[in-house]
């Protein structure tokens, strides 16, 4: 057996923002080649190790090392007996790469803190630390194991057992048969039964790879009505338990199965508006994705920009130009009553600046000013430039990739309205419970599907509605309509197989159109 270990590359260029802007980048450049013609400059040292020593900044550590390849007899695969030991030296060691990780056994997980190396079974349990959901006895409750309750609850559902699987067809029905056999043989010895993403319920931290066809053909849905609600694009990770993927707590935070809620609400009187739409018997619910930065109000988002925006203040790296003009633009925000919704003297760089982000309104208000957008006031980054010629605006709050990291992969790059990726089913209880989601406390409980689909766009997710709203094709899909007009779409073997062969098209369902960002234009 052969394990081989190397150094790894060390990027000895500058660290991010630690290079210096425009003309001093230049000058330091030249000193630098001065230098080392004249020997006063070590020619070992790249400029921007040079760089760093000039100003005291210390080198960065030395990467870890790599294991660059892990093979049995014959370029193969390790033997099975051989693979505790494998396991032990990867899991022991500080590496920056692992090569040939297909022939140990493990997988990679990376969470909030650094990547490691960890057993499918361990995977289960570090989803479930890192989201936050885990009990400290590492899911021990009421005398057996989470993945135990969790399985046998759902394998004892009366509906088909195929639906709570994140794969389709056939291979789904004999991984439920095989599931119930072990939870089976598990409650008769003792153990506990796995209850593992991508096998009885989809993998939350893997972009879906299942068409809507296939997951609603999984889910019974033929011969129900669809019904769409909005979501914005916030990730289900630590603090933040919204977004498109609230449903699928369920398979993995106790508290959420024990609730069986799926979707949550601002006020009493929305959950109730929303059971009104629902029959618990032949409606399935998904849900379509709001614009690229509705998650602007998100709490981790407008704490961790307004933590960033004032660390790049402290540093002398904002213009104060620019801070008196957010400032400006957050004190002229109002409420729909035409209140104020911040103080005359509020400041921005205040370390308490974050406590008047009590609200979606306060929040957003900051968010846009920070995005450079103004409130009420699109491009407002343009308003700024003409009073002040010759100062750059800085996105020192990182916002941009803020929203980015807080969204949830499979809606990076969704245009609005784009359908997905649950499927949930809702009892028509209504619950108060903020300790699952403060900001949407009243929820609406039912059965999260346990089923991921790649999104699909609204024309093709609804096709009668588009029709029954005279929505031409070349015809833009108005928001108000989307928001007051509660779309759906009975599921029929003649909408099934239109999605299935629009699905199989090139590029499936979501086409590579292009989808603005405040300003930017990115690829779909």
Do not use: C
Not at 50 to 66: D, L, M, Q
């Amino acid at each position: 057996m052969t394990v081989e270990v190397q150094p790894a590359y060390r990027d000895r260029g500058f660290r991010e923002g630690e290079k210096p802007l425009g003309d001093e980048y230049y000058k330091l450049q030249e000193q630098y080649i001065a230098g080392q013609r004249t020997g006063s400059v070590d020619p070992n040292l790249t400029f921007a190790e040079w760089y760093r020593s000039t100003k005291g900044i210390t080198e960065p550590p030395e990467p870890a090392p790599v294991i660059k390849q892990i093979k049995g007899k014959g370029n193969r695969a390790p033997k099975e007996e051989y693979l505790p030991f494998v396991q032990d030296f990867v899991k022991s060691g500080k590496w920056s790469g692992v090569g040939d990780l297909q022939n140990t056994g493990l997988k990679p997980y990376k969470g909030a803190g650094d990547l490691k190396y960890v057993t499918p079974e361990e995977y289960e349990i570090e989803l479930q630390k890192e989201l936050g959901l885990l009990p400290p006895e590492q899911g021990m409750a009421g005398g057996g194991s989470v993945g135990l309750k969790n399985a046998l609850n759902n394998l004892l559902r009366t509906d088909k057992p195929e639906v709570h699987m994140g794969i389709g067809g056939a291979a789904a029905k004999a991984a439920a048969k095989a599931a119930e056999e072990a939870a089976k043989a598990a409650k008769v010895v003792g153990k506990a039964a796995e209850y593992l993403p991508g096998v009885h319920y989809a993998d939350p931290l893997k972009l879906p790879t299942m068409k809507m066809s296939e997951a609603l053909g999984n889910a019974g849905a033929e011969g129900k009505t669809l019904n769409f609600t909005e979501t914005d694009r916030s990730r289900v990770f630590g603090p933040n338990r919204g977004g498109a993927g609230f449903s699928g707590l369920q398979h993995y935070s106790l508290p959420h199965q024990e609730a069986n809620t799926v979707w949550g609400f601002g006020n009493k009187s929305k959950a109730r508006n929303k059971v009104l739409q629902n029959d618990p018997e032949n409606t399935i619910w998904t849900t379509y994705a709001g614009s690229p930065n509705q998650h602007k109000s998100n709490t981790v988002v407008v704490k961790d920009a307004l933590s960033q925006l004032q660390s790049a203040d402290k540093q002398g790296l904002v213009n104060p130009k620019q801070i008196e003009f957010i400032n400006e633009r957050i004190r002229e925000a109002v409420s729909q009553n035409g209140n104020p919704l911040f103080p005359k003297d509020f400041d921005i760089t205040d370390p308490k600046a974050f406590d008047y982000a009590t609200t979606f309104d306060r929040r957003a208000a900051i968010s846009d000013a920070l995005m450079g957008i103004g409130v009420k006031k699109p491009m407002i980054s343009k308003e700024f430039k003409a009073a002040n010629p010759g100062v750059k605006w800085s996105d020192a709050a990182n916002i941009d990739a803020i929203l980015r990291r807080e969204t949830d992969p499979a809606m990076l790059n969704a245009n609005t309205f784009d359908v997905g990726p649950h499927l949930f089913t809702m009892d028509n209880g209504i619950i108060e419970r903020p300790d699952l989601n403060e900001a949407f406390p009243y929820q609406v409980t039912g059965t999260d599907l346990g089923l991921r689909y790649e999104l699909a766009p609204m024309r093709a997710a609804a096709p009668d509605w588009i029709k029954a709203r005279n929505i031409k094709p070349d015809e833009p899909i108005n928001a108000w309509a989307m928001s007051r007009a509660a779309p759906s779409q009975f599921v029929s073997e003649d909408y099934l197989t239109s999605l299935q062969k629009q699905g199989k098209k090139k590029g499936g369902l979501a086409q590579n159109k292009k989808v603005k960002r405040h300003g930017n234009t990115v690829p779909h």
